[in-house]
T-cell receptor
Framework: DAKTTQPNSMESNEEEPVHLPCNHS???????IHWYRQLPSQGPEYVIH???SNVNNRMASLAIAEDRKSSTLILHRATLRDAAVYYC????????????FGTGTRLTIIP | DSGVTQTPKHLITATGQRVTLRCSPR?????VYWYQQSLDQGLQFLIQ???????AKGNILERFSAQQFPDLHSELNLSSLELGDSALYFC????????????FGQGTRLTVV
């Protein structure tokens, strides 16, 4: 599996935007970039995914570098409920879509 | 609510015993995945089924087995349990098509004493 690198932890103030970076320098052409998050005592939750173009949904935005070697998950206005571990995952369609989780970024929101 | 149902929510059992964890996927989803999450290991992929057939295998111990039934629910069987098997076990489901997102259940917390 292609690997991703994320900071272990980040802090952000409530109601401020949050930019969560992810490096994936060995990404292949068939890898989709997926983001999931895990709130305390809950199962992981899908956030967003993309292939080449930037993507927006009701939860977040995903900005993908032109060379696809990095991406950034953007939470436009963080709330206390966004405190979670965020996982950036490369999903290879040729490997039957299994998700391989790394250690993720623990996001702390400061009131 | 993800639509994925796992039972039981909690399970306490003794070493050497055998347990079965059950997962009902979201309606229409053909793929089921099992993950183990322990404090020091993070989320480890165990196994994936698609429409009743094994599709991918991860770090699943020989003492563990799984299957997906014709109605698409899945069971994870853990036998000869050891203290180190204590963990959260998550099931996820997806349509199995393309890059479709996976939806996770709330997990079964297994405690082996």
């Amino acid at each position: 599996d292609a690997k991703t690198t994320q900071p272990n932890s980040m802090e952000s103030n409530e109601e401020e935007p949050v930019h969560l970076p992810c490096n994936h320098s060995t990404i292949s052409g068939t890898d989709y970039i997926h983001w999931y998050r895990q709130l305390p005592s809950q199962g992981p939750e899908y956030v967003i995914h993309g292939l080449t173009s930037n993507v927006n949904n009701r939860m977040a935005s995903l900005a993908i570098a032109e060379d696809r070697k990095s991406s950034t998950l953007i939470l436009h206005r963080a709330t206390l409920r966004d405190a979670a571990v965020y996982y950036c995952i490369l999903r290879d369609l040729e490997e039957y879509e299994k998700l391989t989780f790394g250690t993720g970024t623990r996001l702390t929101i400061i009131p | 609510d993800s639509g994925v149902t796992q039972t039981p929510k909690h399970l306490i059992t003794a070493t050497g015993q055998r347990v079965t964890l059950r997962c009902s996927p979201r309606s229409g989803d053909l793929s089921v995945y099992w993950y183990q999450q322990s404090l020091d290991q993070g989320l480890q992929f165990l196994i994936q089924y698609y429409n009743g057939e094994e599709r991918a295998k991860g770090n699943i111990l020989e003492r563990f087995s799984a299957q997906q039934f014709p109605d698409l629910h899945s069971e994870l069987n853990l036998s000869s349990l050891e203290l180190g098997d204590s963990a959260l076990y998550f099931c996820a489901s997806s349509t199995g098509q393309g890059a479709a997102e996976a939806f996770f259940g709330q997990g079964t917390r297994l405690t082996v004493v």
